[in-house]
């Protein structure tokens, strides 16, 4: 490693600015950065030390993300062999899985970085680490079978529009992932809804078995198949068809101990949303007035992308809440929309996705009203002892 050190070290003068390749300089940088860790140091003012930075954030964020990711692979060939209806070993399940998983990871980083690239490139900026965690949320968050240039598509319309055009890492308004799965939602809804798009090969009908179905339990529910629902266990483990990495909750609750630990994930945006999932679903159990307000509450937050959305996409720091109020005020309207969208609207069964960026949008306007409120706050108490 320390030969691979000096050779980067050699070449480095040559992408610096007034190099023969300074052009590429950002280009550079960013691999150098992402193979060993920047070596730049504050040299004015006083700033206090940390070793948390962007690069060490991304990498815990990955890890976090494994466990879904892999449990994602195996259930991908899973359901495959439930369709076909065959039994397959562990290891063929997973390798079946992750031939189709692969290729979908492949083609968001290639799509997305180079577009990142390309603006840093433009800007003379560094290139941040930010999409190393948008490019594999974006897979997980993606039925099996969608096109190949569909993902294409919707990760350029995800980092262009939702990211760059605002400035880039750290600007965004809304989740660059979320917006490319809206994107994908909206424009080509057949390739992200129904009951054929979350089991690998069930579009083709070749080989499927009479009977089989590939319907998500909230299109169950949606349907007012109630009876047909899964298990609680089977939902909770992930034996379920549905997005990549929103199947088990369990391997999503791995990921959310790992962020809670290391301190990247904001528990307290986590504990609101299951919070305002359990109060809407409760509510609803006592209003019941059609058998998917029947189903009880705890049932929700095992169901569809609830608990990853709550775990990696509501947590996001840069379009969540920033003031410690405002984290529990953001998590609690998440929970409670999403719980209320999936309810009142059986044509959109999954209201997660819509309840994120809804409130991306007012995360901004929540933490306005709550500093504005210590304010006034703290300017009463300054009257109050002044009058003494």
């Known amino acids: 490693m320390k030969s691979f050190r000096r050779f980067i070290d050699k070449i480095k003068p040559t992408f610096e600015k007034g190099g023969k390749l300074g052009m590429f300089h950002s280009t550079f940088d960013a691999f150098e950065t992402f193979l060993f860790v920047p070596n730049k140091v504050t040299v004015k003012g006083s700033h ?15 890890f976090a993300l494994m466990p879904a990711m892999l449990f994602g692979m195996w259930n991908v060939g899973y359901e495959y062999t439930l369709s076909i209806g065959q039994s ?67 990760t350029a319309f995800a980092v262009v529009i939702g990211k760059e055009v605002f400035g880039g890492t750290g600007m965004n308004v809304f989740n660059p992932a979320l917006l490319a799965r809206a994107f994908i939602f909206f424009a080509y809804p057949a390739h992200i809804s129904g009951d054929k798009v979350w089991v690998a090969g069930l579009s083709g009908g070749q080989g499927i078995i009479d009977g089989f179905s590939g319907a998500t339990p909230l299109a169950k529910a949606a349907a007012y198949q109630i009876d047909k629902i899964p298990s609680v266990h089977d939902m909770f483990m992930g034996f379920i068809p549905g997005s990549i990495g929103e199947t088990s909750t369990l391997a999503i609750l791995i990921g959310a101990v790992i962020l809670i630990i290391t301190g990247i994930g904001s528990w307290k945006i986590m504990v609101s949303v299951f919070g305002g999932g359990m109060a809407a679903g409760l509510l609803f159990n006592i209003f019941a007035v059609n058998p998917y307000m029947q189903i009880p509450f705890w049932e929700h937050m095992v169901m569809g ?19 410690e109020k405002g984290k529990w005020i953001y998590g609690f309207l998440i929970g409670f929309m999403a719980i209320l969208v999936r309810v009142f609207n059986p044509a959109y069964p999954e209201g997660m996705m819509l309840s994120i960026l809804l409130m991306n949008a007012f995360a901004p306007l929540i933490d306005y009203y709550v500093v504005q409120a210590n304010i006034r706050r703290r300017l009463k108490r300054a009257k109050q002892v002044a009058n003494v």
């Open 48 to 62: 206090i030390r940390d070793y948390i930075d962007m690069k060490r954030t991304m990498v815990i964020m990955i």
């Open 88 to 154: 397959w070993t562990f290891w063929q399940n997973f390798w079946f899985g992750f031939l189709k998983v692969l290729p979908i990871i492949i083609v968001s980083y290639v799509v997305g970085l180079s577009i990142e690239f390309a603006f840093a490139q433009s800007r003379g900026h560094e290139v941040n680490e930010g999409f190393l965690v948008t490019g594999l949320l974006i897979p997980l968050i993606m039925p099996v079978d969608v096109p190949l240039w569909m993902v294409a598509v919707a």
């Open 305 to 323: 992308g609830f608990a990853f959305g709550a775990v990696f996409m509501a947590t996001d720091p840069v379009s969540s809440s920033q003031t």
